[in-house]
């Protein structure tokens, strides 16, 4: 079993950055490949980022790429998501995902998770 929290949302104008992160309960947290999804009012959850277990595979949606970076502490069971120029299409709801690095589905399907946080609110101002 593995428990997320998220922090770090708030509300910031265009152009700003915002840093979340996913704090992860469990020994196990180094054997998990995390991810970012984000849902906007009215819209279905998207894919953002994942990272691999190791941290040595990454893969961004084409819609982030180039602003947002995502990275992971093994030690500190954490994962974060570095958010520059931000853009108001950009708000949304961001929730953090886990599954087993065993897995092989391919990282942006949001069904091949196991466990999700309770998100925390991006909104970016015009």
């Known amino acids: 079993q593995v428990q997320l929290v998220e922090s770090g949302g708030g509300l910031v104008q265009a152009g700003g950055s915002l840093r979340l992160s996913c704090a992860a309960s469990?020994?196990?947290?180094?054997?998990?490949?995390m991810a970012w999804f984000r849902q906007a009012p009215g819209k279905e959850r998207e894919f953002v980022a994942s990272?691999?277990?190791?941290?040595?595979?990454?893969g961004y949606a084409d819609s982030v790429k180039g602003r947002f970076t995502i990275s992971r502490d093994n030690a500190k069971n954490t994962v974060h998501l570095q958010m520059n120029s931000l853009k108001p299409e950009d708000t949304a709801v961001y929730y953090c995902?886990?599954?087993?690095?065993?897995?092989?589905?391919?990282?942006?399907?949001?069904?091949?998770?196991?466990?999700w946080g309770q998100g925390t609110q991006v909104t970016v101002s015009s």
């Open positions: 995902a886990a599954r087993p690095s065993t897995r092989s589905a391919t990282y942006s399907t949001e069904r091949s998770y196991d466990y």
């Open positions: 469990g020994r196990t947290f180094s054997s998990y490949r």
């Open positions: 990272i691999s277990a190791s941290g040595g595979r990454i």
